[in-house]
């Protein structure tokens, strides 16, 4: 049995978002989305810390929405097959996400204190996509 003193228990602080898009994903496997069409994403970004920061948190709630609304901006209201970050590639749900993290990641500060951070879109109540990337330390 382990000690429960010892043991660091992973906390997470997730933020919400939304993000309006339009793309065309022109291969036949996407059918009718090959066609340019609009999406509004529902964005979740959560932050995962070991234990919680000398203030009792994982993140501050109002740095994380910060966090979210910055590396969100250049996207809204885009047409994703004109941005240079998508060319050549298919703007998929699963794409976008991975962007959003790894964009999230480079815009955190020194020094941060993360171990992860996860981000999901939501792209009709019955299917979503995510990507979990795990931060040095």
């Known amino acids: 049995m382990t000690d429960s003193s010892t043991v660091a228990p992973t906390f997470r602080l997730t933020v919400?978002?939304?993000?309006?898009i339009a793309h065309?994903?022109?291969h036949e496997f996407f059918g009718p989305a090959q066609q340019l069409h609009g999406a509004t994403l529902r964005i979740r970004a959560s932050f995962q810390r070991q234990g919680l920061d000398e203030h009792g948190v994982v993140?501050?709630?109002?740095?994380?929405?910060?966090?979210?609304?910055?590396?969100?901006?250049?996207?809204?209201?885009?047409?994703l097959d004109e941005h240079p970050d998508f060319a050549?590639?298919?703007s998929t749900t699963e794409v976008i996400v991975q962007y959003i993290a790894l964009q999230l990641a480079e815009a955190l500060p020194a020094?941060?204190?993360?171990?992860?951070?996860?981000?999901?879109?939501?792209e009709n109540p019955a299917a979503r996509a995510g990507v979990r990337i795990q931060l040095a330390e």
Not at 59 to 79: C, F, H, M, T
Not at 111 to 118: C, P, T, W
């Open 24 to 26: 065309s994903l022109q």
């Open 88 to 90: 050549e590639k298919f």
């Open 111 to 122: 020094g941060h204190g993360l171990k992860a951070l996860e981000v999901e879109a939501e």
């Open 16 to 20: 919400d978002d939304h993000l309006m």
């Open 59 to 79: 993140i501050d709630i109002g740095q994380a929405s910060g966090l979210l609304a910055q590396v969100l901006e250049p996207l809204r209201y885009k047409n």
